[in-house]
């Protein structure tokens, strides 16, 4: 069984900055992919970036310059490194990790912009 734990949401001030970790544990032999998704009440769930085993990072627009993702493989561990944050960054963020061709999910960590 494959878990995605995350930390490191909270509250902070437009402009501020925090670091979002989720750390995966389990019975897995490759991760393929990890990245984060967000989602606010009522709307669909969204990719804010992705990383692959190889380093290839992907992003959404709107985060781009922004937030920087990372991954420490000897850890399972991949970051999100979120700084001049916007009110509109206000979401639940989600983990996402592909292992062994499967697909997981976290269980969100509320992330909280005050203009």
């Known amino acids: 069984q494959v878990q995605l734990v995350e930390s490191g949401g909270g509250l902070v001030q437009s402009g501020g900055s925090l670091r979002l970790s989720c750390a995966a544990s389990g019975s897995f032999f490759r991760i393929n992919f990890m990245g984060w998704y967000r989602q606010a009440p009522g709307k669909q769930r969204q990719l804010v970036a992705t990383?692959?085993?190889?380093?290839?990072?992907n992003y959404a627009d709107s985060v781009k310059g922004r937030f920087t993702i990372s991954r420490d493989n000897a850890k399972n561990t991949v970051y999100l490194q979120m700084s001049s944050l916007k009110p509109e960054d206000t979401d639940v963020y989600f983990c996402?990790?592909?292992?062994?061709?499967?697909?997981?999910w976290g269980q969100g960590t509320q992330v909280t912009v005050s203009a």
């Open positions: 990383i692959t085993s190889g380093g290839t990072t």
């Open positions: 996402r990790g592909s292992m062994d061709g499967y697909g997981y």
